[in-house]
């Protein structure tokens, strides 16, 4: 992704806000219309979605938990390479990771 200003944020969380309160067959020309208006990011828009259309892929939701490796020093994740493991409790592990893609 490109340098995006926190006004350019705000209309891409506001267009995939309302994006996800639509069927998902009418959401690709919405997109479309949204950010030509706006003139933000239709890629950034519709990767946003993805996450939320396709179960497993989000990083943020925490029903789409990865399982991870103990030892998982190195390992991809994602757009992400596990550094080191920084804390454990409850219910999840929080690693330090590094992402390894240009965003």
């Not at 828009?45 to 190195?74: H, I, K, M, Q, T």
Request: hydrophobic share 35%; with cysteine; net charge negative.
């Amino acid at each position: 992704m490109n340098d995006i200003t926190p006004a350019q944020w705000q209309e891409i969380k506001e267009i995939v806000a309302d994006a996800l309160e639509m069927p998902e067959g009418e959401q690709t020309d919405f997109v479309r219309l949204r950010c030509a208006e706006c003139q933000a990011d239709p890629n950034t828009v519709r990767e946003l979605l993805s996450f939320r259309n396709s179960p497993g892929r989000s990083p943020l939701a925490s029903s789409d938990a990865v399982e991870v490796n103990p030892d998982a020093a190195g390992q991809q994740i994602g757009h992400y390479r596990v550094i080191r493991q920084l804390g454990q409790g409850g219910m999840r592990i929080v690693y330090l990771a590094h992402r390894i893609d240009e965003y």
